[in-house]
C-alpha cells in the first residue's frame, strides 16, 4: 500500500503470446548454437572411428609385418631368426606401422572426448526444447539415449575400473599382439571370430548407433524448425489482425 501512494510500485509486464514469443526465440537461438555444436562433434566423432578402423586394416592387411616383427625383435617375444626373416619384407613396413600407430592414438583422443561432448550437447538440447517449448522433445530425446549407449561402448570405463579395455577404443600394442597371434594360429576360427568382432563389430555397431542418433537429432531440430516458423507466421497474422 505505501508503496503504491509512493508511486514505486513497478508495472506487471503482460503475460501472453508475446512474452511466449519473446521466450521461445531466445532458447531457439541457444539451441541453434548446440544444434551447430552438435554436428561439429558428430563430424569429429565419425572422423575418429574412421581413424581407428583405418588404423586396424592396416595392421590387419600384413603390409606392417617388418614394423611388427622389428618392435618384436625388440622385445624378444620370438627369436631372432624369424623376426630377420619377415623383416626382409622391406622398410616402407617399417614406416607404414609407425604411421598406423599414430593414426590410432589420434582417433582414440578424438573418440574420447568427442563421444562425450557430443552427450552433452543432445542433453543440452533436450532441456532448451523442454524449457523454451520448441518441440521435437520425443527425438531429441531418444538421440540423447541412443549417444548415452555409444558413450558407454567408446569410453573405455571397464579400463578404469578393471585395467582391462572393451570397447570401441584400443591400444595399438595390444591390436598388434593379438593380430600377431591370430596370424600365427592358421584354422582357429573362434580365435578369429572373437578377433574381428574385437576391432571390426563393436565398431561398426558404434557407428550404427551414432547415426541412428544423429538423425534423431535431425528430426528434433527440424521439428523445432516447423514450430518457430509456425508460431512466427501465426504472430504476424495475430500483429495484422
Same mark, same amino acid.
Given at each position: %500500500?505505501?508503496?503504491?501512494?509512493?508511486?514505486?510500485?513497478?508495472?506487471?509486464?503482460?503475460?501472453?503470446?508475446?512474452?511466449?514469443?519473446?521466450?521461445?526465440?531466445?532458447?531457439?537461438?541457444?539451441?541453434?548454437?548446440?544444434?551447430?555444436?552438435?554436428?561439429?562433434?558428430?563430424?569429429?566423432?565419425?572422423?575418429?572411428?574412421?581413424?581407428?578402423?583405418?588404423?586396424?586394416?592396416?595392421?590387419?592387411?600384413?603390409?606392417?609385418?617388418?614394423?611388427?616383427?622389428?618392435?618384436? %625383435?625388440?622385445?624378444?617375444?620370438?627369436p631372432v631368426s624369424d623376426?630377420?626373416?619377415?623383416?626382409?619384407?622391406?622398410?616402407?613396413?617399417?614406416?607404414?606401422?609407425?604411421?598406423?600407430?599414430?593414426?590410432?592414438?589420434?582417433?582414440?583422443?578424438?573418440?574420447?572426448?568427442?563421444?562425450?561432448?557430443?552427450?552433452?550437447?543432445?542433453?543440452?538440447?533436450?532441456?532448451?526444447?523442454?524449457?523454451?517449448?520448441?518441440?521435437?522433445?520425443?527425438?531429441?530425446a531418444w538421440s540423447f539415449?541412443?549417444?548415452?549407449?555409444?558413450?558407454?561402448?567408446?569410453?573405455?570405463?571397464?579400463?578404469?575400473?578393471?585395467?582391462? %579395455?572393451?570397447?570401441?577404443?584400443?591400444?595399438?600394442?595390444? #591390436?598388434?599382439?593379438?593380430?600377431?597371434?591370430?596370424?600365427?594360429?592358421?584354422?582357429?576360427?573362434?580365435?578369429?571370430?572373437?578377433?574381428?568382432?574385437?576391432?571390426?563389430?563393436?565398431?561398426?555397431?558404434?557407428?550404427? #548407433?551414432?547415426?541412428?542418433?544423429?538423425? /534423431?537429432?535431425?528430426?528434433?531440430?527440424?521439428?523445432?524448425?516447423?514450430?518457430m516458423a509456425g508460431g512466427?507466421?501465426?504472430?504476424?497474422?495475430? /500483429?495484422?489482425?
Amino acid at each position: %500500500m505505501l508503496e503504491e501512494q509512493n508511486g514505486l510500485v513497478q508495472p506487471e509486464l503482460p503475460v501472453g503470446e508475446v512474452g511466449v514469443v519473446v521466450g521461445q526465440e531466445d532458447a531457439h537461438q541457444a539451441y541453434r548454437v548446440f544444434r551447430f555444436a552438435r554436428n561439429v562433434f558428430f563430424g569429429l566423432l565419425l572422423f575418429g572411428l574412421l581413424l581407428t578402423q583405418a588404423g586396424f586394416w592396416i595392421v590387419d592387411s600384413g603390409y606392417v609385418d617388418s614394423g611388427i616383427a622389428e618392435e618384436i %625383435m625388440e622385445s624378444r617375444y620370438v627369436p631372432v631368426s624369424d623376426s630377420v626373416a619377415v623383416r626382409e619384407v622391406g622398410e616402407p613396413g617399417v614406416e607404414l606401422y609407425a604411421f598406423a600407430g599414430r593414426t590410432v592414438r589420434l582417433g582414440n583422443y578424438l573418440l574420447t572426448f568427442t563421444s562425450v561432448l557430443y552427450c552433452l550437447t543432445l542433453l543440452v538440447g533436450v532441456k532448451l526444447s523442454l524449457v523454451g517449448r520448441l518441440g521435437g522433445l520425443a527425438s531429441g530425446a531418444w538421440s540423447f539415449f541412443v549417444s548415452l549407449v555409444v558413450a558407454v561402448l567408446v569410453v573405455p570405463w571397464v579400463q578404469a575400473a578393471t585395467g582391462e %579395455m572393451v570397447g570401441v577404443l584400443y591400444f595399438f600394442k595390444d #591390436l598388434v599382439e593379438e593380430y600377431w597371434r591370430v596370424s600365427q594360429e592358421e584354422g582357429d576360427l573362434i580365435e578369429r571370430v572373437g578377433y574381428y568382432w574385437r576391432y571390426v563389430g563393436l565398431w561398426f555397431v558404434t557407428l550404427v #548407433l551414432v547415426c541412428c542418433a544423429q538423425v /534423431r537429432a535431425w528430426r528434433s531440430g527440424q521439428a523445432v524448425a516447423r514450430r518457430m516458423a509456425g508460431g512466427q507466421g501465426s504472430g504476424v497474422r495475430r /500483429r495484422e489482425a
